[in-house]
C-alpha cells in the first residue's frame, strides 16, 4: 500500500524444537540417502529464496503502486473510480483480482467501504470477510462495515452482532459509536432491555465522547416505552 496502517501489532510465534538422541546407527546406515535428502532441501531452499527475489518482491512493488491512484479517488469519496478504475488506472476491484493480498491486506477493507458506498452489501460482505489486518482501529472498522452491510439488508440480527464484536475489539473512543448502533438495531428487534443495556454501557465506559454525550436522550426513550 502507499502508506501503511499505524499501531500494528507485532506477531509472536513459539517454536518447540524435541531433542533425539542415539541416531548414529541410523546415519550410518541411511548416509547415502540423508545426502541426497539434504541437496534437495538445499536445492528448494534456492528455488524460493529466487522466487521471492525475482517475482514476490517486484509483484508486491508492482501492486503497491498501482493502489496510489485508487487511494485518491477514495479520499475524494469518489468510490465508483476508486473501486473500478478510471480507464487508465485500476480500481481496487480490479487490484483485489489481480494481486490479492500482495497489494496489502487494506484492499479488502478498501473494496468493501466503497461497495458499502455504493449500495452493494454483498459485495461488501464479501470483501470485508476477507479482511484480516492486525491494527485494531481497522479491524474494528472492518467489523462495523460488515455490521453496515448486514444492516443495509434489513439483517438486524446480523448486524447487532457485528457492531457488538466491532466494540470488542478495543477499548477506545471508537467503541462508542459501535455500540449505540448496537442499541440501534437491538430496538429494531424489538429487544428494549438489550438497547438500554448498551446505551447504559456507553454512559458508564464512554461518557466523554460524542456519544456519551447524547445518550441520555436515548436512555430516556427506552424508559418511557
Same mark, same amino acid.
Given at each position: 500500500? $502507499?502508506? /501503511?496502517? @499505524?499501531? !500494528?501489532?507485532?506477531?509472536? $510465534?513459539?517454536?518447540?524444537?524435541?531433542? %533425539?538422541?542415539? =541416531?548414529?546407527?541410523? #546415519?550410518?546406515?541411511?548416509?547415502? @540417502?540423508?545426502s541426497?535428502?539434504? $541437496?534437495? %532441501?538445499? *536445492?528448494?531452499? *534456492? %528455488?524460493?529464496?529466487? %522466487?521471492?527475489?525475482?517475482?514476490?518482491?517486484?509483484?508486491?512493488?508492482?501492486?503497491?503502486? !498501482?493502489? #496510489?491512484?485508487?487511494?485518491?479517488?477514495?479520499?475524494?469519496?469518489?468510490?465508483?473510480?476508486?473501486?473500478?478504475?478510471?480507464?487508465?488506472?485500476?480500481? #481496487?476491484?480490479?487490484?483485489?483480482?489481480?494481486?490479492?493480498?500482495? +497489494?496489502?491486506?487494506a484492499?479488502?477493507?478498501?473494496?468493501? =467501504?466503497?461497495?458499502? /458506498?455504493?449500495?452493494? $452489501?454483498?459485495?461488501?460482505? &464479501?470483501?470485508?470477510?476477507?479482511?484480516?489486518?492486525?491494527?485494531?482501529?481497522?479491524?474494528?472498522?472492518?467489523?462495523?462495515?460488515?455490521?453496515?452491510?448486514?444492516?443495509?439488508k434489513?439483517?438486524?440480527?446480523?448486524?447487532? &452482532? /457485528?457492531?457488538?464484536?466491532? +466494540?470488542? *475489539?478495543?477499548?477506545?473512543?471508537?467503541?462508542?459509536?459501535?455500540?449505540?448502533?448496537?442499541?440501534?438495531?437491538?430496538?429494531?428487534?424489538?429487544?428494549?432491555?438489550? +438497547?438500554?443495556?448498551?446505551?447504559? /454501557?456507553?454512559?458508564?465506559?464512554?461518557?466523554?465522547?460524542?456519544?456519551? #454525550?447524547?445518550?441520555e436522550?436515548?436512555? !430516556?426513550?427506552?424508559?418511557?416505552?
Amino acid at each position: 500500500m $502507499a502508506q /501503511q496502517p @499505524k499501531n !500494528q501489532n507485532i506477531e509472536t $510465534a513459539q517454536n518447540v524444537g524435541e531433542a %533425539v538422541s542415539k =541416531v548414529e546407527n541410523f #546415519f550410518k546406515e541411511n548416509g547415502k @540417502k540423508i545426502s541426497i535428502i539434504s $541437496a534437495a %532441501v538445499a *536445492v528448494i531452499a *534456492v %528455488v524460493i529464496i529466487a %522466487v521471492s527475489q525475482l517475482y514476490i518482491k517486484p509483484l508486491k512493488a508492482e501492486a503497491a503502486g !498501482q493502489t #496510489f491512484v485508487a487511494e485518491q479517488y477514495f479520499r475524494a469519496a469518489d468510490y465508483e473510480k476508486a473501486l473500478n478504475g478510471d480507464g487508465n488506472s485500476l480500481g #481496487f476491484a480490479q487490484i483485489v483480482d489481480e494481486y490479492g493480498s500482495k +497489494a496489502g491486506k487494506a484492499v479488502y477493507l478498501y473494496a468493501g =467501504v466503497c461497495e458499502l /458506498q455504493l449500495g452493494n $452489501a454483498d459485495n461488501a460482505i &464479501s470483501y470485508l470477510k476477507k479482511y484480516n489486518g492486525k491494527d485494531v482501529i481497522l479491524a474494528a472498522r472492518a467489523e462495523c462495515c460488515l455490521g453496515d452491510a448486514y444492516a443495509m439488508k434489513e439483517d438486524y440480527k446480523g448486524a447487532l &452482532s /457485528q457492531y457488538e464484536k466491532a +466494540a470488542s *475489539v478495543a477499548n477506545n473512543a471508537y467503541a462508542a459509536g459501535y455500540l449505540l448502533k448496537a442499541g440501534l438495531m437491538a430496538e429494531e428487534l424489538g429487544n428494549n432491555a438489550k +438497547a438500554l443495556s448498551l446505551y447504559e /454501557q456507553i454512559k458508564k465506559e464512554y461518557p466523554q465522547t460524542l456519544e456519551g #454525550f447524547e445518550i441520555e436522550k436515548y436512555i !430516556q426513550r427506552i424508559q418511557v416505552k
